[in-house]
């Protein structure tokens, strides 16, 4: 056979077995998506069913409610009335809701001027988790590079600012974002029109100040971004990977983990975070039309 009719049969049975592949990788990603995104509509229908249970129990506090915002106390005699008792809102301040221990979840993502990005990452992961410490300081981690930083760099050396922080609880701050920000046409002034806060089933003082103290180890190290979301790494978390494993500290006499908010053992989404077995809602904000903040909490 002539080399140029063999060559030319070497690269016809190259390009079938390429397409027989890429074919394949298609097919199994495509399948992926179609369970991922049943997955995900199944756990955002269970997700809107405890929201509206929790909600169901709240009563208007007219005497702390305005115009602009309306405040729903949710009895404790009523939902989960053994758990750890702690005030609703720090120092009595109701821009500062939380306790030391409770988390804070929205299902918004950070980005709602990329359109199509925003509506895939919300859906699927979720928008950012926080963890409120001592003295109502918020723990949490954001990926995103600052100033000149490309994302090659922030991701494989580590940035400026992706690394665990703490600042002052800013989720009910109405200065928080100004008009003219990128994304305050979707937010407003607040942080998000909408998010939950969530509390850990049958813990108490003890933990969560080991919880805490290992919130300000991560700080005070800087640990960096987890970019790597399916794969464990040491010292590097994203947002609700940290919330996971930070209550994973917590160990039982077996010497296993006593919380688990990492319900599928892959990556954690903000829906794992509300759904575990482990936690239940402790807050809910919601924005209506007419941009009036309605705030419910436990008592």
């Given amino acids: 056979m ?30 992926f998506l179609i369970f991922l995104t049943g997955q995900t509509a199944a756990e955002t229908v269970k997700v809107k069913r ?41 120092d009595g301040d109701l821009q500062k809701a939380g306790a030391e ?30 963890y409120v410490g ?31 922080s703490s600042t002052s609880n800013n989720w009910l701050n109405p200065n928080y974002r100004q008009p003219g920000e990128p994304s305050y046409k979707t937010f407003g002034s607040y942080y998000r029109k909408e998010w939950i806060g969530l509390r850990i089933k049958g813990i108490n003082q003890e933990e969560i100040d080991q919880v805490s103290e290992f919130m300000v180890h991560l700080a005070e190290i800087e640990a960096q971004y987890n970019y790597a979301f399916i794969f464990f790494t040491k010292n590097k ?43 239940y809602i402790s807050y809910y904000v919601w924005t209506d039309k007419n941009n009036v903040k309605h705030i419910y909490y436990i008592d």
């Fill in 2 to 31: 002539p080399y140029f009719l063999f060559a030319q049969q070497q690269r016809k049975c190259y390009n079938d077995t390429m397409k027989r592949i890429i074919k394949k990788v298609l097919i199994l990603f495509l399948g």
């Fill in 50 to 90: 405890e929201i509206k249970s929790f909600m169901k129990k709240g009563v208007l506090q007219e005497d702390i409610s305005t115009e602009e915002i309306k405040y729903y106390k949710v009895s404790r005699e009523t939902y989960y009335p053994d758990e750890y008792y702690r005030d609703a809102f720090y």
């Fill in 101 to 130: 221990g409770d988390l804070f979840v929205t299902r918004q993502a950070p980005i709602p001027d990329v359109p199509l990005v925003y509506d895939f990452v919300s859906f699927y992961f979720g928008g950012h988790a926080a």
């Fill in 134 to 164: 001592k003295d109502n300081i918020l723990y949490d981690i954001n990926g995103f590079p600052s100033g000149d930083e490309t994302w090659l760099k922030v991701i494989f050396k580590g940035g400026v600012n992706t690394h665990i």
């Fill in 237 to 279: 978390y994203y947002c609700t990977d940290m919330m996971s494993r930070a209550f994973a500290t917590i160990i039982n006499n077996d010497g296993k983990p006593k919380y688990n908010l990492n319900r599928d053992g892959v990556a954690v989404t903000v829906n794992d975070l509300i759904l575990s077995k482990d936690t």
